[in-house]
């Protein structure tokens, strides 16, 4: 069974590039890497997807390392908005199986 | 676009009471899924469907019930409601299977907040 491991919570002043690692156990091969932003009171909105290498979108990078049992999850220059939490999603092969979330907490 | 709407936003119910929460997509995605979160637990899949007519059940089954008679519309159904079923409800969509090779994108609703008393 898939189990993915995040940290539970960042901080992090505002300008600075944040990083959020997601440890992935038992990745299967049609396994896709997905991350989710939820502001309070919200749903989950999805940030960025990816299955190896780099994937890069207007908001966010996403490194998945050639053994794929993590990814990073890179928010540049963060502001005050991106204080939420983040999921990281381990998915395919008929399993789907997110992370416990990280608390990120950008101080001005 | 609506996107995915559920309702209601908020219920507290009694032990042992049923009742439907209601989901609803107007982008003509093929799959659906329901998914509790509980603090410190992330989002944990209840049930979910591939299409009008066939559901599954997903991590955490029991104690729900689904139907999918429409494309548009997947409504969660508690038997029996029980205190360690208290946590927040969401609904999602996404036009392909967000579990296969290819995974797609999944579509949230605003979530349904509910207490069993």
């Known amino acids: 069974l898939a189990k993915t491991t995040q940290p539970i919570s960042m901080d992090s002043y505002e300008g600075q590039e944040v990083n959020i690692t997601c440890s992935h156990n038992?990745?299967?091969?049609?396994?896709?890497i997905t991350w989710y932003q939820q502001f309070p009171s919200q749903g989950p909105r999805f940030i960025i997807q990816?299955?190896?290498t780099k994937v890069t979108n207007e908001v966010a990078s996403l490194f998945i390392p050639a053994d794929r049992k993590s990814s990073t999850l890179s928010l540049p220059r963060v502001s005050l908005s991106d204080t939420a939490v983040y999921y990281c999603?381990?998915?395919?092969?008929?399993?789907?199986?997110f992370g416990k979330g990280t608390k990120l907490s950008v101080i001005p | 676009n609506a996107g995915v709407t559920q309702t209601p936003k908020f219920q507290v119910l009694k032990t042992g009471q049923s009742m439907t929460l209601q989901c609803a997509q107007d982008?003509?995605?093929?799959?659906m899924s329901w998914y509790r979160q509980d603090p410190g637990m992330g989002l944990r899949l209840i049930h979910y469907?591939?299409?009008?007519?066939?559901?599954d059940q997903g991590e955490v089954p029991n104690g729900y019930n689904v139907s999918r008679s429409t494309t548009e519309d997947f409504p969660l159904r508690l038997l029996s409601a029980a205190p360690s079923q208290t946590s927040v409800y969401f609904c999602?969509?996404?036009?392909?299977?967000?579990?296969?090779?290819?995974?797609?994108?999944?579509?949230f609703g605003p979530g349904t907040r509910l207490t069993v008393l």
């Open positions: 999602a969509s996404s036009y392909s299977s967000p579990w296969t090779g290819g995974s797609d994108t999944q579509y």
């Open positions: 999603l381990q998915a395919g092969s008929y399993q789907l199986t």
């Open positions: 469907s591939v299409g009008a007519g066939i559901t």
């Open positions: 038992n990745i299967a091969t049609n396994d896709y």
């Open positions: 990816g299955y190896k």
């Open positions: 982008m003509n995605h093929e799959y």
